[in-house]
T-cell receptor, first 116, second 111 residues
Framework: GAGVSQSPSNKVTEKGKDVELRCDPI?????LYWYRQSLGQGLEFLIY????????KSGLPSDRFSAERTGGSVSTLTIQRTQQEDSAVYLC??????????????FGPGTRLTVL | QKEVEQNSGPLSVPEGAIASLNCTYS??????FFWYRQYSGKSPELIMFIYSNGDKEDGRFTAQLNKASQYVSLLIRDSQPSDSATYLCAGMKTSYDKVIFGPGTSLSVIP
């Protein structure tokens, strides 16, 4: 079956512009995560959705960052007034919500964002 | 204190040796632990998960969990150059809590 897809795969934008990153999770997966990864660094948690709700937004770096999820499926991460420090790979992952603690995350290919 | 900690490495082992990757966690409520592998420029992919104390084996990989010591490890037997990657440890309390990732350990297997 289809895996997690993300679009665009690459995005180059100018400082101060807004960008939208999209994530299509695996069908039926209730949990969805957004992470940011800078070159050579670990995963930086941004936000977590369970269904359409976001129980944990603690990782969003500033109020320029927002995310939503509709229909328990597609999610969009929006970055307003982009800054050069926002340049990174943005990864989305989805997982089923099981009752036996085996919730594997499946990662998308990522969106590489470059802010000039 | 970070919730999940790993030695950042890099860890270098010769081909054919056993690579030992370690992870500690601070939240005693954590139930399940996951090991992901991330090749440079690629997304993380699951190697295996463990939620019971003791050892779990899958091919060349063995995960070990000691909840009393709050310690998780991954052993890779007969290490191959293709095992060279960053290994991420992650923990979860319940299915409705977010998964917490460690910073990852870089492994290099030398031919």
């Amino acid at each position: 079956g289809a895996g997690v897809s993300q679009s665009p795969s690459n995005k180059v934008t100018e400082k101060g512009k807004d960008v939208e990153l999209r994530c299509d999770p695996i069908s039926g997966h209730t949990a969805l995560y957004w992470y940011r990864q800078s070159l050579g660094q670990g995963l930086e948690f941004l936000i977590y959705f369970q269904g359409n709700s976001a129980p944990d937004k603690s990782g969003l770096p500033s109020d320029r960052f927002s995310a939503e999820r509709t229909g328990g499926s597609v999610s969009t991460l929006t970055i307003q007034r982009t800054q050069q420090e926002d340049s990174a790979v943005y990864l989305c992952a989805s997982s089923p919500t099981t009752s036996d603690y085996t919730d594997t995350q499946y990662f998308g290919p990522g969106t590489r964002l470059t802010v000039l | 204190q970070k919730e999940v900690e790993q030695n950042s490495g890099p860890l270098s082992v010769p081909e054919g040796a056993i690579a030992s990757l370690n992870c500690t966690y601070s939240d005693r409520g954590s139930q399940s632990f996951f090991w992901y592998r991330q090749y440079s420029g690629k997304s993380p992919e699951l190697i295996m998960f463990i939620y019971s104390n003791g050892d779990k084996e899958d091919g060349r990989f063995t995960a070990q969990l000691n909840k009393a010591s709050q310690y998780v490890s991954l052993l890779i037997r007969d290490s191959q150059p293709s095992d060279s990657a960053t290994y991420l440890c992650a923990g979860m309390k319940t299915s409705y809590d977010k998964v917490i990732f460690g910073p990852g350990t870089s492994l290099s297997v030398i031919p």
